[in-house]
């Protein structure tokens, strides 16, 4: 493998892509188009958005300390790139784009109805880093579409046709390749698939 040398820059892809929704005190809501998101912490569950100070929803947001992370589908994706590119300054993003603001059930800024997955959050640091601020906040509340919760009670996104952003581009998430910890279980795998699919040919014998 030949590799040449590159220069330091925000290569780590592909990334979420996302909107948050937040609201000022004044109560008008807007939504804001965020790739620099995360996980960083499972106890107490936690995420960090990254925003420039010169965005209209970083006042908001530091305003009030709270804003949702609105999962993004191929349905909503154009929404979401005119989110990112229009400020909620000059128009009103929900009515603009047609989409419903859904009221929150552990903080006062909304989310989107439109999203399968509301993610809310209450903000508990905001570090300088330069171009953005990063916000870490403590995840306080999770809305999820009835129907991406199976008979089990599982909770399946593979079915909710999620996006993600790589590079200035939109990518849709293609098939399940492997699950966590499947490198050291290829033979229960094997197995279990061999297993399934006896099942399956019995039944259509019977």
């Not at 009221?103 to 909304?110: H, V």
């Not at 293609?174 to 490198?183: A, D, V």
Request: hydrophobic residues 35%; proline residues 4%; charged residues 25%.
């Amino acid at each position: 493998m030949s590799k040449i040398q590159w220069k330091p820059s925000t290569l780590l892809y592909p990334v979420p892509v996302c909107m948050v929704s937040c609201q000022g005190k004044e109560g008008k809501p807007n939504i804001i188009t965020i790739a620099w998101t995360g996980i960083i912490n499972p106890g107490p569950p936690m995420v960090y958005i990254s925003v420039r100070k010169n965005r209209y929803s970083y006042g908001l947001i530091k305003e009030t300390n709270q804003f949702v992370i609105n999962l993004v589908t191929k349905k909503l994706l154009a929404q979401t790139d005119f989110c990112g590119v229009k400020s909620g300054r000059d128009l009103d993003k929900f009515a603009e784009l047609g989409l419903t603001t859904e009221k929150s059930l552990m903080i006062d800024a909304p989310g989107i109805e439109e999203s399968p997955v509301n993610i809310e959050c209450i903000v508990k640091q905001v570090i300088a880093l330069g171009s953005h601020d990063m916000f870490l906040a403590e995840i306080v509340g999770v809305n999820v579409d009835e129907k991406l919760i199976d008979k089990d009670g599982k909770l399946q996104l593979d079915k909710a046709n999620l996006v993600c952003y790589s590079h200035g581009e939109y990518f849709s998430l293609s098939e399940c390749i492997g699950f966590f910890g499947y490198s050291v279980a290829k033979k229960k795998t094997v197995k279990r698939d061999s297993a399934k699919k006896a099942v399956k040919k019995n039944k259509g014998q019977g």
